[in-house]
């Protein structure tokens, strides 16, 4: 008879971090991605994930990973325990070629969005790519297709720690609900995704990979009171949504390149779109366009006894609507961060890197541009 | 010495649904089982369940259910671990004929309450008994007993693909909270249960089981405004709850009968009892009368390479008070489903069905009743 | 290959409770440790605890522990799953005597706070202690020593059901944000504690424990309107929070003395410091002294097949504020308990304890104090 531990496998991380601003708009700094950066803020859990994983049948790939490091929303206690990803891979040939995912699970679109926070250099994903996905995820259906020795490639570029995004098919085709991981659904449109991508691998072992993704869909925003001064003193006035009844147009087109760091690694992407933003005087939210994406190199360095070390740099910029905040303010992002991953052992990752910011709090209106230089640290376990 | 792993097992199932509707008074369908129907609606995580369970020592027997798509009243974001099961089985005996069942667990009400959401073929249960119990569970404890050879057979009815319920006992007797599954109790009055049922098997091997039950308690209802339309134009009133301090009679009695299906299976159940109810001017909530129920028959096609199918029928019918949702609307359901279970393989169940809805919008206030005809699709995973 | 199950474990252990009330103010009794205590009560699930540990590498031990028995503020469905621990274990010699330990773990002060509740002889542990850490946890950093044969006594203490601590060190010091676990920080001051304690072993085999701690920080504590009586009728008046901007001064310092059951047994701590206080007249939170603490004695009675019994009786007594509550109202407390835990099996046991109470609803303006005497029994069950 089978055991239930052979079908069924348990590991996760979890990271802990805390940030310093050293200079700069010291009361303004908050980062929508990670509030242990800002004023009045110490340690902070990031992440706290359990994942349990495996080939349940041979056509079967069972994929389910809570993070007990989220906070419901209108609640003042966190850490509770949220569902990242719940799907099922059903194969429908040996090789596992052909592959539907069905549940919650990333969206196809990106490089960085696809890489695991575990494997990834910088703390957060840069926003011109990342302000696509609500937690990268949603609920729906995807269509995967790679060749078995590029799904292997796929595999040994996690596995070789050269930082890969794991196996998210050289084809991928999704349909989803569109409003972000955990949401409940707001129209009856779905959101549509696709995806090539290709690593090819040089003689000397070099390997490339470059790629391309769009996204369309209609997404339903919120609103609500911003405090304006007026001559007769602040007045909330509700920005009004100028969108159809499905709500606004939600597209995107990307492309990515990466080079692998054997030792010298190169990483860029950048994305085109529209979707709701807040325009200038904070009166309407319209259909707008936006750009961005970020450029980052990195190099592999084994130092022995004392581990592997990824000094990185990273350049990104953002200009667009902020869509799944309320009233989508418009976020213009121009950041610079620079700093190191040390593998000190297999489980034990140390990441400091210092951040110069230079965008908007998306999350306080009237939105406020803000400058800030934060060292950042973080530390994850792996098991 | 022993190991960790085989002490606690590990297994669990997940299901995804969309509902579309396809005639009737489409804007108006609001299904409280299911928010995968109607408008506004598209992918939906109905259960994402995480199971540990197992023989800890000799007489205790672990079962620890939350489950991943549960949402914290008051929040816009879901799929959160929630406490589904959380009980310890105690026998005083070596062949386990004598438990009690401590923690939060199924109310031994009903047939169809019992059976796991993992094998039960319509979406949904009936309306007419499943609103005896929020979640079909409760904290309290629970006393079991079934001889030997009956605990095998029910065990047997589930893992020979028979739709059986598990062993809930040949006799249950329990005393619970009354408020509902993961709800904190509102008064000091507990509420009882008991129940009896026989899984006969005649000598052709044909299984026909049927019992009866019954529970008592108070349930305190909770209230709020409803907008009613007056001369004056809408004015907002909350009914006033004509109750005992220790809040509404409630209580049931119930039969249910079920030939297993060999192939042809054959299912109904009743019952009868009084509960808090909204009147009809909507002023009032009183203690009033309910009945309700359902008949199901389905049919167990072995398809050989191409899987297992049960193509199945229900009618159900209910009229009553709906008394955990606010104001304990009155609920008046008579709807017919047929549609069919496939049983791809042991991990992968797909059930296709056709709703044709005739019931009250329980959540909403004035509580219209509407009429709708629904295509619903579930994809299922077992691990 | 190494084999997941034999990295990562997995324990628990999950407490169902019932309170009575049999004399006194028995409309007034708001306990705010066990919501099974008090009118309109009967069952809870208390703790429902999944624990998931390991030597995941030789220098990094896991440890993981969420609990399904948590409700997020501002719900009224609970039993959600909640991190208590989430930390890792990193040593820096063969021995494990230094370690840090980051993430969110229990704060090394007091010896009762270290003690599990799976060990804890009364249901909740003592208000003058308790109340110096929400949770007993917080994230943060703390480095532990201990050399190798007082570790292995440590453990020796729980493994031999002797009611010990674990290991928290024989010397501690940590640094954490201080608003208690799960809680968001809110200020930039981080807190400090140090601990020393010693388990000496007399030549006869008897174990007596003492050691001393201390924590110092800023609190930030929260306001809300509390309804005065005035000739006028009742207003709503929000005390006055007079506290730099860096919340209020939150200092102790404690001693434990603990004399292992062999097989009688004898534990005592108290605490003396500052903290934030609701004033006399419920208009001002100031900084005022608190002291408490508490004296308990019990004796280990083997009683061969019918398993293990601890009678037990404790006494304990606290003055200051309660600072985690809003308003941090004055606490007063002075509370007798004597009971009996009886391990049933190694998997089950059974708590009954009557527990005369003289304390304060700190959860209620205006934070009446009450008598009661009340029955409390609980079942554990351990996996």
Same mark, same amino acid.
């Given at each position: 008879?089978?055991? $239930?531990?052979?079908?069924?496998?348990? &590991?996760?991380?979890?990271?802990?971090?805390?940030?310093?601003?050293?200079?700069?708009?010291?009361?303004?700094?908050?980062? $929508?991605?990670?509030?242990?950066?800002?004023?009045?803020?110490?340690?902070?859990?990031?992440?706290?994930?359990? /994942?349990?994983?495996?080939?349940?049948?041979?056509?079967?790939?069972?994929?389910? +990973?809570?993070?007990?490091?989220?906070? *419901?929303?209108?609640?003042?206690?966190?850490?509770?325990?949220?569902? &990242?990803?719940?799907?099922?891979? /059903?194969?429908?040939?040996?090789?596992?070629?052909?592959? #539907?995912?069905?549940?919650?699970?990333?969206?196809?679109?990106?490089?960085?969005?696809?890489?695991?926070? +575990?494997? @990834?250099?910088?703390?957060?994903?840069?926003?011109? /790519?990342?302000?696509?996905? &609500?937690?990268?995820?949603?609920? !729906?259906?995807?269509?995967?297709?790679?060749?078995?020795?590029? @799904?292997?490639?796929?595999?040994?570029?996690?596995?070789?720690?050269?930082?890969?995004?794991?196996?998210?098919?050289?084809?991928?085709?999704?349909?989803?609900? !569109?409003?972000?991981?955990?949401?409940?659904?707001?129209?009856?449109?779905?959101?549509? #995704?696709?995806?090539?991508?290709?690593?090819?691998?040089?003689?000397?072992?070099?390997?490339?990979?470059?790629?391309?993704?769009?996204?369309?869909?209609?997404?339903?925003?919120?609103?609500?009171?911003?405090?304006?001064?007026?001559?007769? !003193?602040?007045?909330?006035?509700?920005?009004?949504?100028?969108?159809?009844?499905?709500?606004? #147009?939600?597209?995107?087109?990307?492309?990515?390149?990466?080079?692998?760091?054997?030792?010298?690694?190169?990483?860029?992407? $950048?994305?085109?779109?529209? !979707? *709701?933003?807040?325009?200038?005087?904070? @009166?309407?939210?319209?259909?707008?366009?936006?750009?961005?994406?970020?450029?980052?190199?990195?190099?592999?360095?084994?130092?022995?006894?004392?581990?592997?070390?990824? *000094?990185? #740099?990273? $350049?990104?910029?953002?200009?667009?609507?902020?869509?799944?905040?309320?009233?989508? *303010? &418009?976020?213009?992002?121009?950041?610079?961060?620079?700093?190191?991953?040390?593998?000190?052992?297999?489980?034990?990752?140390?990441?400091?890197?210092?951040?110069?910011?230079?965008?908007?709090?998306?999350?306080?209106?009237?939105?406020?541009?803000?400058?800030?230089?934060?060292?950042?640290?973080?530390?994850?376990?792996?098991?």
């Amino acid at each position: 008879d089978e055991h $239930w531990y052979d079908r069924i496998h348990m &590991r996760g991380y979890t990271q802990i971090r805390t940030g310093s601003t050293v200079s700069g708009d010291n009361k303004e700094v908050v980062y $929508w991605p990670d509030k242990s950066v800002g004023d009045n803020t110490n340690f902070l859990i990031r992440r706290a994930r359990l /994942i349990f994983y495996g080939d349940v049948t041979d056509n079967l790939y069972l994929y389910f +990973q809570p993070d007990f490091a989220s906070t *419901p929303s209108g609640s003042t206690t966190g850490n509770f325990g949220q569902l &990242r990803d719940a799907y099922a891979d /059903i194969s429908f040939d040996d090789k596992k070629e052909f592959r #539907v995912r069905l549940g919650q699970s990333k969206i196809p679109f990106s490089f960085e969005n696809m890489q695991s926070s +575990q494997n @990834r250099l910088t703390l957060d994903r840069a926003d011109g /790519i990342n302000t696509c996905c &609500r937690d990268e995820r949603d609920i !729906g259906a995807f269509f995967y297709w790679a060749p078995a020795e590029i @799904r292997e490639r796929f595999r040994d570029l996690v596995a070789n720690n050269l930082k890969g995004s794991g196996d998210y098919g050289v084809f991928a085709f999704g349909v989803y609900n !569109g409003q972000g991981a955990n949401r409940v659904e707001l129209n009856n449109d779905m959101h549509m #995704v696709a995806r090539v991508t290709y690593p090819y691998q040089f003689s000397n072992g070099q390997i490339f990979e470059a790629g391309v993704e769009g996204l369309h869909g209609r997404f339903v925003t919120s609103n609500g009171p911003i405090s304006i001064v007026t001559p007769n !003193g602040p007045v909330n006035i509700t920005p009004v949504m100028v969108a159809p009844a499905q709500g606004f #147009v939600d597209e995107r087109v990307a492309v990515h390149a990466v080079l692998y760091p054997q030792p010298f690694g190169l990483q860029a992407e $950048w994305n085109w779109g529209r !979707g *709701p933003q807040l325009n200038a005087a904070q @009166r309407l939210i319209t259909d707008s366009s936006l750009n961005g994406g970020y450029v980052q190199a990195t190099y592999k360095y084994d130092a022995g006894a004392w581990g592997i070390m990824f *000094p990185f #740099v990273k $350049w990104q910029y953002y200009e667009g609507g902020q869509k799944f905040e309320r009233n989508a *303010p &418009r976020n213009l992002v121009n950041d610079l961060e620079f700093g190191v991953e040390w593998q000190v052992t297999k489980a034990i990752e140390l990441t400091a890197e210092y951040h110069m910011m230079n965008r908007t709090d998306v999350l306080n209106a009237p939105y406020n541009q803000f400058r800030a230089d934060v060292v950042r640290v973080q530390v994850q376990w792996n098991y």
